[in-house]
T-cell receptor
Framework: GAGVSQTPSNKVTEKGKYVELRCDPI?????LYWYRQSLGQGPEFLIY????????DSGLPNDRFFAVRPEGSVSTLKIQRTERGDSAVYLC?????????????FGPGTRLTVL | GNSVTQMEGPVTLSEEAFLTINCTYT??????LFWYVQYPGEGLQLLLK?????DKGSNKGFEATYRKETTSFHLEKGSVQVSDSAVYFC????????????FGKGTHLIIQP
């Protein structure tokens, strides 16, 4: 079946602009996660949704970052007033349930470049 | 808090060599442990996992054993191939809905023919 998809694959923007990154999880998966991966580093957790609600947003770096999942499927990560330090690959993952044994399946990522 | 430490790369080996990539962790509770792999130009894929102490995860000739006493989850393969060239990430999940996966920095593996 279809895996996790993310759009766009690449996004170049100017400092101060607003961007939206989209994630389509695997059909039927209730849990959805966003991570950020900087060059040469492992992914870092940003936010986790169980259904429509953000169950844990402890990884969001500041209030410029916001994410929604209004119908419990597709999610959008929104970044306001982008800064050059926001440049990274943004990864989305989904899992059937949220438990420590559940496998998270990752999308290909969106590479964000802030000029 | 949770953390994962894995050996720095790049690791360069000849084809058919034995591979070990070390991974140690610090976690609250009883985490599950994972190895993810990222092949060139592709996304992260689960390679193997273990959910409790002494479990061995295995896939594609790779294996790793969950060692609670040494808080380790080292990745091994008896005979590597050029196609194993990739970046390997060790990760843990302590569950409870908090924090998602905690990843190490990744180890770049290069296999030469």
């Amino acid at each position: 079946g279809a895996g996790v998809s993310q759009t766009p694959s690449n996004k170049v923007t100017e400092k101060g602009k607003y961007v939206e990154l989209r994630c389509d999880p695997i059909s039927g998966h209730t849990a959805l996660y966003w991570y950020r991966q900087s060059l040469g580093q492992g992914p870092e957790f940003l936010i986790y949704f169980q259904g429509t609600g953000a169950a844990d947003d402890s990884g969001l770096p500041n209030d410029r970052f916001f994410a929604v999942r209004p119908e419990g499927s597709v999610s959008t990560l929104k970044i306001q007033r982008t800064e050059r330090g926001d440049s990274a690959v943004y990864l989305c993952a989904s899992s059937l349930l949220r438990g420590r044994t559940d496998t998270q399946y990752f999308g290909p990522g969106t590479r964000l470049t802030v000029l | 808090g949770n953390s994962v430490t894995q050996m720095e790369g790049p690791v360069t080996l000849s084809e058919e060599a034995f591979l070990t990539i070390n991974c140690t962790y610090t976690a609250t509770g009883y985490p599950s442990l994972f190895w993810y792999v990222q092949y060139p130009g592709e996304g992260l894929q689960l390679l193997l996992k273990a959910t409790k102490a002494d479990d061995k995860g295995s896939n594609k000739g790779f294996e790793a054993t969950y060692r609670k006493e040494t808080t380790s989850f080292h990745l091994e393969k008896g005979s590597v191939q050029v196609s194993d060239s990739a970046v390997y990430f060790c990760a843990l999940d302590s569950g409870g809905g908090a924090d998602g996966l905690t990843f190490g920095k990744g180890t770049h593996l290069i296999i030469q023919p």
